[in-house]
């Protein structure tokens, strides 16, 4: 194959991803939400279906134009906090957007045989059978000293 054709391949392959992505994000609205986190402003970004109510207000207060009096309102309100679990989930995602390998290389080793829990659960299992061979090694060798013993006073 040659180089023309390997790039060839590959524009047509992010042309189907990108298409796949935009058909999954039809119907649904970007909200963007300023939030308090330590002290500073962090704005997320959530995907919504266009009808969802969170949308629906978000079109009005957009589309309604604001009076004085509403953004006295808006500066007076507190902001929403950010918890550190929602802070971690927006960092990861954005990690997970600007480094495509990474989500790729966690589908695939989530669907490999190299799990951790089946790690250690066979390693779990290797030592408790090494631990009964070692004891039966011991009450073994400690009966046949018992009837030595008996041998020896008989």
């Known amino acids: 194959m040659n180089e023309d054709a390997k790039k060839l391949a590959a524009n047509a392959l992010a042309a189907v991803k990108d298409a796949a992505a935009a058909a999954s994000g039809r119907g649904k609205v ?46 007076i309100r507190k902001k929403q906090k950010l918890s550190v679990l929602d802070k971690t989930k927006k960092d990861w995602g954005e990690y997970k957007g600007e480094n495509k390998g990474v989500e790729e290389e966690l589908e695939s080793y989530k669907k490999s045989s ?41």
């Open 114 to 154: 190299n799990q951790y829990l089946d790690k250690v659960s066979f390693l779990q299992r290797a030592d408790y059978r090494e631990f009964e061979r070692e004891r039966d090694a011991r009450l073994s060798m400690m009966a046949k000293r018992k009837s030595e013993m008996r041998d020896d006073d008989a």
């Open 30 to 75: 970007e909200i963007t939400e300023v939030r308090d986190f330590a002290g500073k402003d962090i704005e997320i970004k959530k995907l919504v279906d266009a009808d969802s109510k969170e949308a629906i207000e978000k079109a009005k207060a957009a589309g309604a134009s604001q009076s004085a009096l509403d953004n006295i309102l808006e500066q």
